[in-house]
């Protein structure tokens, strides 16, 4: 018989006159893998703060390890022992990778007698996930798998039973996956159970055991990997946002080589070869942060290229690329780094405009001409604040600024980082719309 870990029986939340959950069923099963797959990001937050602090709740209980833990009419004083291992770390720097394990688990005074066994898990992770960490090794001094890996060790000390997985595969790539997933049931099997949020059934699809789909703040659909299709997921998705989430459509490969990198040498980058064809969509992924760093910096014209050769249709580029009008850039997470909030709506969609900083009745008469022709693109939007606008408004914004720049080539960092299902569809759109353009 399965052992529950944790079960939310009907649970409603509200938080600052707003639902955050409602009628919200799960439970999670000991020593299993769970999914979690967020269509958007309401009730997220909620759910997580639910699961390790007992906030108020107005309807449901919910029980960790067979223990009501938190009602409408009682909930517990102290936090709970649930993990959550996400981008934010939750080591504290100064300290060792011993020291947060033992004193951060509230284990400090096993040390003499738990130190050679706390050595003996470091060897078996090393030989199952293939990472090695020294117990001395300062804590800031991790990469970010790492730092995940040593969380784990810090909940299994502390005796946790459930962790918490927040959106890895925004964070991580290739190999370092797959390294997870081994670490995963290696602590699966060592009674530990995982639940496992993500916004992409691909990644959920590669190891969880049963999975649900959670759409604003609710529970809809729950099957196990038996009952799992892709295209029934599909299909759920399509009939949640109407329309289904598809690649940006490349153009064929016979379209001329519209930008090139021969040689190219920065502060970062060691002879970087590639091309991308007119109307081409090309993706780059690697577990190499460096090299998303140097393309990043290159493009956005903060360092300078020390040699080789970058061509636009056929012809050098002489100035940084941050400064030719021909290169687009949009960075990660667009909506915090590449707006300004002191700034209107008109003057932020604008300001990459050629003569758009000219004389006020000029901007005055591109400004009224815009409104006109986007309006019911982009809907009410114009007199608003910055930070009044939606996530999605914001997202908006920035292509739409591309767009009037009109680029022949636009490098686009991380496009898909931390975004939910609904806002993951909304660039792939915004993509195709610069593909349609001719950009690349």
């Known amino acids: 018989m399965r052992?529950?870990?944790?079960?939310?029986?009907?649970?409603?939340?509200?938080?600052?006159?707003?639902?955050?959950?409602?009628?919200?069923?799960?439970?999670?099963?000991?020593?299993?893998?769970?999914?979690?797959?967020?269509?958007?990001s309401h009730g997220v937050e909620a759910l997580l703060s639910l699961l390790q602090s007992n906030p108020p709740i107005h309807f449901g209980r919910v029980y960790y390890r067979e223990e009501l833990i938190n009602s409408h009419i009682y909930s517990k004083a102290t936090p709970?022992?649930?993990?959550?291992?996400?981008q934010r770390s939750h080591l504290v720097n100064g300290l060792t990778v011993a020291d947060n394990v033992f004193v951060l688990s509230?284990?400090?005074?096993?040390?003499?007698?738990?130190?050679?066994?706390?050595?003996?898990?470091?060897?078996?992770?090393e030989q199952t996930v293939g990472v090695?960490?020294?117990?001395?090794?300062?804590?800031?001094?991790?990469?970010?798998?790492e730092r995940c890996m040593v969380e784990l060790l810090k909940a299994a000390e502390a005796g946790v039973r459930l962790v918490v997985l927040r959106d890895m595969g925004h964070y991580l790539a290739g190999e370092d996956v797959d390294r997870l997933h081994r670490a995963v049931r290696y602590f699966t099997s060592?009674?530990?159970?995982?639940?496992?949020?993500?916004n992409s059934y691909e990644e959920l699809g590669r190891i969880c055991d049963r999975m649900a789909v959670m759409y604003n703040g609710t529970v809809i659909h729950v099957a196990d990997r038996a009952s799992w299709e892709r295209g029934r997921v599909a299909a759920?998705?399509?009939k949640l946002t109407g329309a289904a989430a598809v690649p940006p459509k490349s153009a064929p490969a016979a379209g001329h080589i519209c930008f090139a990198m021969h040689g190219v040498r920065t502060a970062a980058l060691r002879g970087i070869d590639l091309s991308v064809r007119s109307g081409e969509c090309l993706a780059i992924r690697t577990e190499d942060r460096a090299l998303l760093d140097g393309l990043r910096q290159l493009a956005s014209g903060e360092t300078p290229l020390l040699s080789g050769q970058v061509l636009l249709d056929g012809c050098p580029v002489r100035k940084p690329l941050g400064l030719d009008g021909r290169v687009a850039y949009i960075a990660e997470n667009p909506s915090e780094s590449m707006l300004f909030p002191d700034m209107s709506y008109l003057r932020n969609l604008t300001f990459r405009i050629p003569g758009s900083t000219g004389a006020w009745?000029?901007?005055?008469?591109?400004?009224?001409?815009?409104?006109?022709?986007?309006?019911d693109q982009l809907g009410p939007v114009f007199e608003k604040r910055i930070d009044e606008l939606?996530?999605?408004?914001?997202?908006?914004?920035?292509?739409?600024?591309?767009?009037?720049?009109?680029?022949?080539?636009?490098?686009?960092e991380q496009p898909f980082w931390g975004n939910d299902m609904l806002l993951r569809q909304h660039v792939v759109e915004q993509l195709r719309r610069q593909l349609e353009r001719g950009c690349s």
């Not at 944790?6 to 769970?34: A, S």
């Not at 117990?135 to 001094?141: G, S």
């Not at 939606?390 to 686009?412: A, D, G, K, M, N």
Request: charge should be positive; proline fraction near 1%.
């Open 132 to 145: 090695e960490i020294s117990y001395d090794r300062l804590a800031e001094d991790l990469s970010f798998f």
């Open 3 to 40: 052992t529950e870990v944790l079960r939310m029986d009907n649970v409603t939340m509200r938080q600052w006159g707003i639902t955050q959950m409602e009628h919200f069923n799960f439970q999670v099963y000991g020593g299993e893998i769970m999914g979690l797959m967020t269509v958007n």
């Open 80 to 86: 709970n022992a649930i993990e959550v291992v996400e």
């Open 106 to 125: 509230g284990a400090h005074r096993r040390w003499v007698v738990r130190s050679r066994s706390f050595k003996r898990r470091l060897q078996i992770l």
């Open 190 to 198: 060592c009674g530990m159970s995982f639940l496992y949020i993500s």
């Open 236 to 238: 759920l998705l399509e």
């Open 390 to 412: 939606t996530v999605r408004e914001q997202y908006s914004l920035v292509f739409q600024r591309i767009l009037l720049q009109r680029p022949r080539v636009l490098f686009c």
């Open 361 to 375: 009745w000029r901007r005055k008469a591109l400004h009224r001409s815009l409104k006109s022709e986007l309006a």
